[in-house]
């Protein structure tokens, strides 16, 4: 999933992946494999999500019935047995004429470098724009190489977003009114407020998946942008701005104040985000810090659930907040497929307004195409309030050191249970975070 983030040892073995594939791409492009011709009429798409299966083949029948071109879905799942599969296709030069690339941005342009992904960017062009112009900028940006990336990618759009995602605060509608709270808190003044009077009528106010450390780090990165704006965030993260500045402390100073107020479920540092989505959904937390995949969870778990959306409550009314979100899931066209044109047809028609209502409809998943946003449901409109201005690490110009990150969320956890302090934390990561810079220089 587009909106997980890995571990400082996590992201090394996946460096290692990366390296390993690359080779293995470059030897497979120098023995020249050549792909198998595949009929002209029909098209055929690989995925990885069995939520949509279903979905996908009877619009895949709905499309050959309009055009006389076939669409072939093969699902294969669980997620790492099939980004395993597309590396071995593209190994073999045997990549579907659709796809998707299930990782870091880095093994995404290894891709494009290959030659195994065609460049968009034309046909989001044509026509004054409109394709581009009907999807939420900020699901594109996520498939989007600009000038002068990291990733030394030709500058262009490489794919296409079949939803989108964010995280935001979620709030139980009952709970709250039990404990006399009329609406969510717009502040986090507010916010503590209402974990007082939650705690005073014996209800757990606030849950989330804080043992997965990506979840630690969106929550604390939403309230850093928030508290001193993201250039001094990213100052930060090239060295220029130490982590005991002072908005630094004021950051790791909201997990004290939740905690010094009782706000966590306890066990939540260890806790899993889906045990932590069971939690929220059977009632047993007013709020939940979570994803709008949860739409399709919280049904699932517990069909009557009575529940609202929020951003974080900010604390500088002077700066805006800034939630997680992009693409949920996104499709590559293959460079060498010789049904290129077919492809990206069935991708704009799979993105164009009904069909996306339809996809909405039927897995509870944003749509990447805002003119569909009127026809679908309520909490899903919720969500999709800030998807004109959400962020994500992998649209940033730099992110942290991973090793300097780790101890970020690490120090962050450890306030949470009452073993350190923030200004403790600001000086574990400043400590580490000059080593790396330190190293960098050598």
């Known amino acids: 999933m587009l909106l997980r983030r890995k571990s400082g040892e996590e ?79 593209a190994q073999a030069n045997v990549l579907p004429d659709i796809y998707g690339i299930l990782s870091k941005k880095a093994i995404v342009a290894s891709f494009i470098k290959a030659g195994y992904v065609a460049d968009l960017s034309a046909d989001f062009a044509a026509h004054d724009s409109a394709w581009e112009k009907s999807m939420f900028v900020k699901a594109l940006d996520v498939n989007r190489f600009p000038e002068g990336n990291i990733e030394k990618v030709k500058p262009g759009l490489y794919g296409v977003p079949i939803d989108v995602t964010n995280i935001q605060l979620i709030y139980n509608k009952k709970l709250l009114r039990k404990a006399g709270i009329t609406r969510p808190p717009e502040t986090f003044t507010e916010f503590v407020s209402q974990i007082k009077a939650l705690k005073r009528v014996g209800i757990v106010p606030f849950v989330s998946g804080f043992g997965e450390m ?61 045990l932590a989505e069971q939690d929220f959904a059977l009632g047993r937390a007013a709020f939940a810090f979570n994803g709008s995949w949860c739409v399709n969870v919280y049904h699932d778990m517990n069909p009557s659930l009575e529940y609202g959306v929020i951003q974080l409550p900010p604390i500088n009314s002077a700066l805006p907040m800034r939630m997680w979100g992009g693409a949920g899931s996104s499709f590559e066209v293959s460079n060498s497929s010789p049904n290129k044109d077919k492809a990206i047809s069935f991708l704009k028609w799979l993105t164009a307004k009904e069909q996306q209502v ?52 690490k120090g962050i956890q450890s306030i949470m249970i009452a ?9 574990d990561v400043a400590a580490v975070k000059e080593r790396q810079l330190d190293k960098m220089k050598r």
């Not at 982590?243 to 939740?258: A, G, H, N, R």
């Not at 966590?264 to 806790?271: D, E, H, P």
């Not at 073993?419 to 000086?427: C, D, I």
Request: proline share 5%; glycine share 4%; hydrophobic share 40%.
């Open 419 to 427: 073993e350190s302090t923030p200004e403790r934390v600001a000086q």
């Open 358 to 409: 339809f996809l909405s409809e039927q897995t509870n998943n944003l749509p990447a195409n805002r003119e569909a946003l009127g026809a679908i449901p309520q909490v899903l409109a919720e969500f999709s309030r800030v998807m004109e201005t959400v962020t994500h690490p992998s649209v940033w110009p730099l992110n942290e050191d991973p090793l300097a990150l780790e101890t970020f969320v």
């Open 214 to 274: 990506w979840l630690v780090e969106c929550f604390a990165l939403n309230y850093a942008f928030n508290i001193m704006g993201e250039e001094k965030v990213f100052k930060t993260f090239r060295g220029e701005v130490p982590y005991t500045d002072p908005d630094w402390i004021q950051v790791f100073s909201v997990f004290k104040t939740l905690t010094d107020h009782g706000a966590f479920m306890q066990g939540i540092v260890t806790k899993g985000n889906k």
């Open 11 to 89: 992201n090394g073995q996946e460096m290692k992946k990366i390296f390993s594939w690359f080779c293995c791409a470059l030897l497979a492009t120098a023995v020249g494999c050549a792909q198998p011709k595949k009929p002209s009429h029909q098209i055929e798409v690989w995925h990885w999500m069995t939520d949509r299966q279903d979905a996908l083949e009877v619009m895949a029948k709905k499309y050959e019935q309009e055009t006389g071109i076939k669409v072939k879905i093969e699902l294969f799942a669980p997620s790492d047995a099939y980004s395993q599969k597309v590396i071995a296709a």
